[in-house]
């Protein structure tokens, strides 16, 4: 870091344009440290374009999975609007950057910024910054995940809900494995009957159970049941509960006869093999973010404004 300027100049400076951390750095670097000409400098270099935009609110975009030899991507990419996930610029970024994170193996969507993007010569940053000033809204790189193994990824809805789903298996060649891998993702993408947060009641903590526990024998009592009654419900309750959060408990969405686990197994056994799923992701695009609402007269006040 230059000594004419501090970590904390480059956060304030980020903080004050929405630029990011190395364009920052690079214009403090070229100021000298005075924060008031480097806001000139990215002013200057069109990057307060894309900072203007950077404060509006995108909860729309897309899902994506990639699956490339051993190796699977999930990603949530954010615009404005729905229709630009069938942009076909947005759609080749959102591409690049699953393929950034298969060859590249970032820790967290930071250290992906700073990656040279697949097929180019620029880092996804600015890759991405400048997708914002072609297309006109704010994107955001979300979240992502990458499982090595034996991958098998399922998209829903034109990228609503994207699902990840890595197994250990000696039968993932044979005829059959794949159907298979493709009805786990896809029951965890319509989430019956809720959406499944473990792969197993093993992988519960007692500290979770305790507490539902609590919570079901608190139901029971308030509906008048005496204490040993109560008990027995909430030993039946337990067993639903673990249906609605574990994938293996959960009924096979094609088969409500059968669980997650039978079919697995069955599955298993006509492969002459063994499967076991280790773990799922299941993103919902803009799920917990904040939806912009559309004000005509908001609209105009921001246009009078600019």
Do not use: W
Request: aromatic share 6%; glycine share 8%.
């Amino acid at each position: 870091m230059d000594m004419a300027f501090t970590a904390k100049d480059v956060q304030a400076l980020r903080e004050k344009t929405g630029v990011g951390m190395m364009d920052c750095k690079k214009a403090l670097t070229e100021a000298e440290g005075n924060i008031e000409r480097a806001v000139e400098l990215l002013r200057e270099k069109g990057l307060s374009a894309a900072a203007k935009k950077a404060d509006r609110i995108a909860a729309e975009g897309v899902v994506y999975s990639v699956v490339q030899g051993n190796v699977g991507v999930v990603v949530e990419v954010n615009a404005e609007t729905d229709f630009v996930a069938k942009n076909a610029d947005f759609m080749a970024l959102v591409e690049a950057v699953a393929k950034t994170i298969l060859a590249e193996n970032p820790a967290d969507v930071d250290a992906l910024l700073g990656k040279t993007i697949a097929g180019g010569k620029e880092t996804v940053e600015e890759a991405l910054r400048e997708k914002i000033l072609v297309i006109g809204e704010n994107m955001k790189i979300r979240r992502f995940v990458r499982y090595e193994g034996v991958n098998v990824s399922y998209i829903h809805g034109g990228g609503r809900i994207g699902v990840l789903v890595n197994f250990e298996t000696d039968v993932a060649g044979k005829d059959g494995f794949e159907a298979y891998a493709k009805d786990i993702a896809m029951q965890i993408a319509a989430a019956s009957p809720t959406v499944p947060l473990y792969v197993s009641k093993e992988e519960v903590s007692e500290e979770v159970i305790s507490k539902e526990k609590e919570i079901l024998t608190a139901q029971a009592l308030n509906e008048g049941k005496p204490l040993n009654i109560a008990e027995k419900m909430v030993a039946g309750r337990i067993g639903k509960y673990f249906q609605e959060i574990c994938l293996l408990e959960q009924p096979f969405v094609k088969n409500a006869d059968q669980s997650v686990e039978q079919y697995t197994k069955e599955t298993a056994g006509a492969l002459g093999g063994a499967i076991k799923v280790i773990k799922f992701t299941r993103f919902e695009k803009g799920e917990g973010l904040e939806k912009k609402e559309d004000c005509f007269a908001d609209e105009v006040a921001g246009m009078l404004k600019s």
